[in-house]
């Protein structure tokens, strides 16, 4: 069960304002864990499982990244806007905006990616990073879901392969083998439970970031981070680093290794029932063994 939010509010960020939301008391003693939601532009709700690492004492925060959920919305921008920079900046802006010196970080998929981004220029206040479900750079990522796609059943191969050679296929098709791709390879909890469903409306309701910054699905990135890499910048990471992937996650093992192998110290985390979301698939131990790394670096 989804504790409720101690706090619901928004903070100005230059003309535009940021949603967030508070589980536990900012004045426990704790430093907060700080959740970085993905996407591009999937709003905060299937990470809502999170917040119930309040109920030891650390509040845990969230909040909706600029252009999705219950933050601004900016339908009308194109991609130059839409960069990892304005994403740090926003960041910051909120952490300024609450007062939180120090706190602990937990991007999960392209939140992870802006959450390394942040943590290698060595922030001050940042007591230990959680890197889940993340790719090191997007030309891993790409080659690990092009793969997967190959190792579907072929009716579904053969419709996302056409599709991605701009064949026509049946839309109705292609549906169906995303469906396919998504149940193994993002959440292996089918049906869908709600909080996850209300990511994914986040999205359909206004993909302006998602289609800009990664493009029209999860294995076809055409959008501005087809060319971001961390790879060469990750040995400036000081944090103490929990890096997190599913043995099934369309974050490959190729795709997530680099943050082992050029973090100092970095431990690696494969939980082996899950997927790209194991805090939906394995949530006891999900939040038990991050729980236990923030409470050793606090």
Same mark, same amino acid.
Do not use: K
């Given at each position: 069960m989804? $504790?409720d939010? *101690?706090?619901?509010?928004?903070? $100005?960020?230059?003309?535009?304002?940021?949603?967030y939301r508070?589980?536990g008391d900012?004045?426990?003693?704790l430093a907060?864990?700080v959740v970085?939601?993905?996407?591009p532009?999937?709003?905060h709700?299937?990470l809502?499982?999170?917040s119930a690492?309040?109920?030891?004492?650390r509040p845990v @925060?969230h909040?909706d990244?600029?252009g999705?959920g219950?933050?601004?919305h900016?339908?009308?921008r194109? $991609?130059?806007f839409w960069?990892?920079?304005?994403?740090l900046e926003?960041?910051?802006? +909120?952490? *300024?905006r &609450?007062?939180?010196g =120090?706190?602990? &970080? &937990?991007?999960?998929?392209?939140?992870?990616?802006l959450a390394?981004e942040h943590?290698v220029?060595?922030p001050r206040? &940042?007591?230990?990073l959680?890197?889940s479900n993340?790719?090191?750079?997007?030309d891993?990522?790409v080659?690990?879901?092009a793969?997967l796609?190959h190792? +579907?059943?072929a009716?579904?191969? !053969?419709?996302?392969e056409r599709?991605?050679r701009g /064949?026509?296929v049946?839309?109705?098709?292609v549906?169906a083998?995303t469906?396919?791709?998504? *149940?193994r390879h993002v959440?292996r909890v089918v $049906?869908?439970p709600?909080?996850? +469903?209300?990511?994914?409306?986040?999205?359909?309701?206004d993909?302006?970031?998602y289609?800009?910054?990664n493009g029209p699905?999860e294995?076809?990135v055409e959008?501005?981070?087809?060319?971001?890499s961390?790879? /060469?910048?990750?040995?400036e990471?000081?944090?103490?680093?929990?890096?997190?992937?599913g043995?099934? *996650?369309e974050?490959t093992? !190729?795709?997530v290794?680099?943050?082992? !192998?050029?973090v100092?110290?970095?431990r690696?985390?494969v939980?082996? =029932?899950?997927?790209?979301?194991?805090? @939906?698939?394995?949530?006891?131990?999900y939040?038990?063994?991050?729980?236990?790394?923030?409470a050793a670096?606090?």
């Amino acid at each position: 069960m989804i $504790p409720d939010a *101690d706090v619901v509010a928004t903070v $100005p960020f230059g003309p535009y304002e940021t949603w967030y939301r508070v589980t536990g008391d900012l004045d426990s003693g704790l430093a907060p864990l700080v959740v970085v939601h993905g996407g591009p532009g999937s709003g905060h709700d299937y990470l809502l499982s999170l917040s119930a690492l309040a109920r030891g004492g650390r509040p845990v @925060i969230h909040y909706d990244q600029v252009g999705c959920g219950r933050s601004t919305h900016l339908r009308e921008r194109g $991609p130059e806007f839409w960069t990892v920079g304005l994403f740090l900046e926003e960041f910051d802006n +909120l952490l *300024d905006r &609450l007062g939180i010196g =120090a706190y602990h &970080l &937990l991007g999960q998929s392209w939140g992870g990616m802006l959450a390394g981004e942040h943590a290698v220029r060595a922030p001050r206040g &940042l007591r230990s990073l959680v890197i889940s479900n993340s790719p090191a750079a997007m030309d891993r990522w790409v080659a690990g879901t092009a793969a997967l796609v190959h190792a +579907l059943p072929a009716p579904e191969r !053969e419709a996302l392969e056409r599709a991605a050679r701009g /064949e026509a296929v049946e839309d109705a098709r292609v549906a169906a083998a995303t469906q396919a791709f998504y *149940d193994r390879h993002v959440c292996r909890v089918v $049906p869908n439970p709600p909080e996850v +469903l209300a990511s994914y409306e986040v999205v359909a309701d206004d993909p302006t970031v998602y289609h800009a910054m990664n493009g029209p699905n999860e294995f076809t990135v055409e959008g501005t981070l087809r060319t971001w890499s961390l790879v /060469e910048r990750l040995g400036e990471i000081r944090a103490p680093t929990l890096v997190i992937s599913g043995r099934f *996650d369309e974050a490959t093992p !190729e795709a997530v290794r680099p943050w082992v !192998e050029r973090v100092a110290g970095a431990r690696w985390e494969v939980f082996a =029932a899950s997927s790209h979301m194991p805090f @939906i698939e394995e949530p006891e131990r999900y939040r038990a063994v991050v729980a236990a790394f923030v409470a050793a670096h606090d």
